[in-house]
Nanobody, 127 residues
Framework: QVQLVESGGGLVQAGGSLRLSCAAS????????MGWFRQGPGKEREFVAV????????SYTDSVKGRFTISRDNAKNRVFLQMNSLKPEDSAVYYC????????????????????WGQGTQVTVSS
């Protein structure tokens, strides 16, 4: 498994921006598909975004398309989530997750596909 530590959460007004960062250690970072999930109060954890091993392929849940951007820096063992035009419904604990993948073009979307998780970082968007 790879160890993951998120940072960058906080309180922001609606329409504002935040950039989440996730630092990875312990394994070869470039062997992992990286994803962001979130869990709002009283809700189940849900998929937000994913990026392939080489950063060439990304995918997003519909509610964040056009507002959020996932990226990664394999040289620095980091994955990022740039969140713009934030809405109160984006408020949640955001989790970074890693899924080992042999194929460079694979993406994963299900919680069960990811075997390493960070502790989460709180994002609160006020109206």
């Amino acid at each position: 498994q790879v160890q993951l530590v998120e940072s960058g959460g906080g309180l922001v007004q609606a329409g504002g921006s935040l950039r989440l960062s996730c630092a990875a250690s312990g394994r070869t970072f470039s062997n992992y598909v990286m994803g962001w999930f979130r869990q709002g109060p009283g809700k189940e954890r849900e998929f937000v975004a994913v990026v392939s091993r080489s950063a060439g392929i990304t995918s997003y849940t519909d509610s964040v398309k056009g507002r959020f951007t996932i990226s990664r820096d394999n040289a620095k063992n980091r994955v990022f989530l740039q969140m713009n035009s934030l809405k109160p419904e984006d408020s949640a604990v955001y989790y970074c997750a890693a899924a080992f993948s042999i194929g460079t073009g694979r993406l994963y979307y299900e919680i069960a596909d990811f075997d390493s998780w960070g502790q989460g970082t709180q994002v609160t968007v006020s109206s």
